[in-house]
């Protein structure tokens, strides 16, 4: 990659970072359901008068919309609300990569190899171990099993779209940017009519009435930062180089996610949750990188 492309890569996996940071604090103002609408309104407009609408099937539209945006960001912001921390959802969210390569597996046929089973193991030990931890009070930093379970189950959505996101990418020639934005439609009326059910038409629009410059300006970084720039740039990085040159780079997201939520919240970790984290960052690293590791290994050991 070029210098400049590198910068752009690591521009995005700073946006995507301190994206979760930019959730906790949205979520001071607004209800999860109500900022989850309002994010993906603003994808949605004025973005779709700039793209055309992909020509794709609107079903799988629809089941791209409902799994990648409504389910986890629905989970996602609701695990967050209440009391997941900003840094731990960062990296447990990276445990989409197991599920897409499960699904992969079982709809698509794709091959799993024994680094990948071997990665998964080791962040499955890592994830009881958090677990664990969650069901010690004196232990957590605001984290409960039911939250956990919740990011987890953002992170089984996310694995889900990826999957339809391969099967429309597969079947037509359609830009990933165009199919974001234009599912973006999809999840705006179930999160309003979530928030209006939830949270009740008074609070509802309360919060609308009630918004603030720094309300707008969460919005404009989750929708505009966050997901139209941060996605076209990274759409333009893997159209350019292969697949394994740049998607290792989110790695790097839950380390900028981590550091910014203990710099500007003052998140902390205990001890058992760190080396919960230890092991579910080697369990990564593992399914990504351990053919490229052991070849540098027998290369080096000539």
Not at 79 to 86: D, E, I
Not at 93 to 108: K, M, P, R, V, Y
Not at 118 to 141: D, E, F, K, W
Request: charged fraction near 5%; hydrophobic fraction near 60%; glycine fraction near 8%.
């Amino acid at each position: 990659m070029s210098i400049r492309d590198v910068g752009l890569a690591l521009l995005v996996v700073l946006i995507w970072g301190i994206n979760f940071v930019v959730i906790k604090i949205g979520l001071h103002n607004f209800s999860p359901f109500l900022l989850a609408g309002l994010r993906f309104t603003f994808v949605a407009f004025p973005a779709c008068l700039l793209v055309s609408r992909p020509k794709v099937p609107l079903h799988l539209i629809v089941a791209y919309g409902l799994s990648i945006s409504f389910l986890q960001f629905g989970l996602l912001f609701l695990a967050l609300n209440l009391g997941m921390p900003a840094g731990l959802a960062s990296l447990l969210l990276q445990s989409q990569a197991f599920f897409t390569l499960l699904f992969g597996a079982l709809c698509l046929r794709e091959k799993i190899q024994f680094h990948h089973i071997l990665g998964l193991l080791i962040a499955i030990v890592g994830m009881v171990c958090l677990a664990n931890s969650s069901i010690h009070p004196a232990q957590t930093s605001g984290m409960s099993l039911f939250t956990l379970l919740l990011t987890l189950g953002a992170a089984l959505s996310w694995g889900i779209g990826n999957i339809i996101s391969k099967v429309i990418l597969r079947s037509y020639p359609v830009e990933p940017l165009k199919l974001v934005v234009w599912s973006a439609f999809v999840p705006i009326l179930p999160f309003m009519i979530c928030a209006l059910l939830i949270d009740g038409k008074e609070s509802f629009w309360h919060s609308l009435v009630n918004i603030n410059l720094a309300n707008v300006l969460t919005i404009f970084y989750l929708a505009i930062l966050c997901t139209v720039v941060a996605y076209a740039i990274w759409g333009g990085l893997l159209n350019k180089y292969p697949t394994a040159t740049v998607a290792p780079l989110t790695l790097l997201v839950p380390v900028v996610g981590m550091v910014a939520a203990t710099l500007v919240l003052g998140e902390t970790l205990s001890g058992w949750q760190i080396l919960s984290v230890m092991l579910i960052i080697t369990g990564l690293i593992v399914n990504s990188f351990a053919p490229r590791i052991i070849s540098y290994l027998r290369l080096s050991s000539r």
